[in-house]
């Protein structure tokens, strides 16, 4: 009688995977405008903020350099920029926490109208690790054109985002080519509008917005994928 031999070879392998990332998701967004002359301007968030979320404000108002833009505790300003004493455009952030209500409050230096739009985002690094990276330019002319803007870090799934700030009644804008969802809010001065893409590259130059002849600020916006790794696995493999 053959003796009969059972091998069993148990291999327990504990894998530290490399990070991986998918595009940050818009989980939801808002608009909104002010078109009377404050100086308190009551900016609306997205509905179903939760806790983990990063939260993105654009904000257009009027008089340039002139209006100085402060935002509420918790937020922070990552770009600035303005054509003269014309056209202005701001983008803060916040990481959420959950204790958001359906708006805050933005203050300008002087009594000026102002358009805005706002975002929450899923699956977006902490901007304790990464800030959204921003590049702009200003012009005087239809069609504003968002620049290019490399990232740091090369190639990943970014959520980009094109944004203009336009000193004219601009209710008719269409997005750049590629970019979708735009969100627009227009007064007799100023209006504004973003949209956004998905895209995995090293850098990004949008076209331009369909805008009408006046003065314009505009923002390229990347946000970063979460870089944080899923759950180290374990496999288990039986052989007989």
Do not use: C
Not at 4 to 27: G, M, Q, T, Y
Not at 215 to 226: E, I, L, N, Q
């Amino acid at each position: 009688m053959r003796t009969k031999r059972l091998l069993s070879i148990v291999l327990l392998v504990l894998l530290a995977l490399p990070a991986w990332a998918a595009f940050p998701v818009i989980e939801g967004s808002n608009s909104s405008r002010e078109t009377g002359i404050p100086t308190e301007h009551t900016v609306a968030l997205p509905a179903g903020i939760v806790s983990g979320e990063l939260l993105l404000v654009f904000f257009s108002t009027a008089s340039g350099t002139s209006n100085a833009v402060t935002w509420p505790s918790g937020w922070t300003e990552y770009f600035e920029v303005n054509q003269g004493t014309n056209a202005k455009l701001n983008g803060a952030y916040r990481q959420a926490d959950g204790t958001e209500g359906a708006s805050i409050t933005v203050t300008t230096s002087l009594g000026r109208r102002s358009a805005h739009s706002s975002y929450r985002i899923s699956g977006a690094e902490d901007p304790a690790t990464q800030v959204p990276e921003s590049s702009t330019a200003t012009g005087l002319s239809t069609d504003g054109d968002p620049p290019s803007l490399t990232p740091t870090g090369g190639s990943k799934d970014y959520l980009w985002f094109a944004a203009i700030g336009i000193s004219a009644d601009d209710s008719a804008m269409g997005a750049p080519t590629n970019y979708a969802n735009l969100l627009n809010q227009a007064t007799a001065n100023p209006s504004l509008g973003s949209a956004d893409r998905s895209l995995n590259a090293a850098s990004e130059d949008p076209g331009t917005f369909t805008s009408i002849n006046a003065s314009w600020a505009v923002a390229t916006v990347a946000v970063h994928p979460s870089g944080a790794p899923p759950a180290a696995v374990r496999r288990k493999v039986v052989v007989y």
